[in-house]
């Protein structure tokens, strides 16, 4: 059974950092594109930043030079270091693995999914 797991969500203050990992278990993700998404109350699911098999990435413009996504193929996990954190990325984050290697911005181009890791920033 494959799982992804969020972790590393938490209270922040504006300015702050933040470190999230989506662990994946059941099989290995090290060919697929991985992505962040975030999802704040009353508000659709958004694309935040995604990285395919090669290391390429891609990243939405609201958190363009602030955040960075990683991943460690060994550990089957990926990364989303939040630097200058502001109230408006308060929002619940997920990890989600695509079944093909290439990056999408599409919710829907993604077949797994975590159950989320609330991220609040307070002002």
């Known amino acids: 059974q494959v799982q992804l797991v969020e972790s590393g969500g938490g209270l922040v203050q504006a300015g702050g950092s933040l470190r999230l990992a989506c662990a994946a278990s059941?099989?290995?993700?090290?060919?697929?594109?991985m992505g962040w998404f975030r999802q704040a109350p009353g508000k659709e699911r958004e694309f935040v930043t995604a990285?395919?098999?090669?290391?390429?990435?891609f990243v939405a413009d609201s958190v363009k030079g602030r955040f960075t996504i990683s991943r460690d193929n060994l550990k089957n996990t990926v990364y989303l270091q939040m630097n200058s954190l502001k109230p408006e990325d308060t929002a619940v984050y997920y990890c989600?693995?695509?079944?093909?290697?290439?990056?999408?911005?599409?919710?829907?181009?993604?077949?797994?999914w975590g159950q989320g890791t609330q991220v609040t920033v307070s002002s």
């Open positions: 989600a693995a695509r079944p093909t290697a290439w990056l999408s911005t599409n919710n829907y181009d993604y077949s797994y």
């Open positions: 059941g099989r290995t993700f090290s060919n697929n594109a």
């Open positions: 990285i395919n098999w090669s290391g390429s990435t």
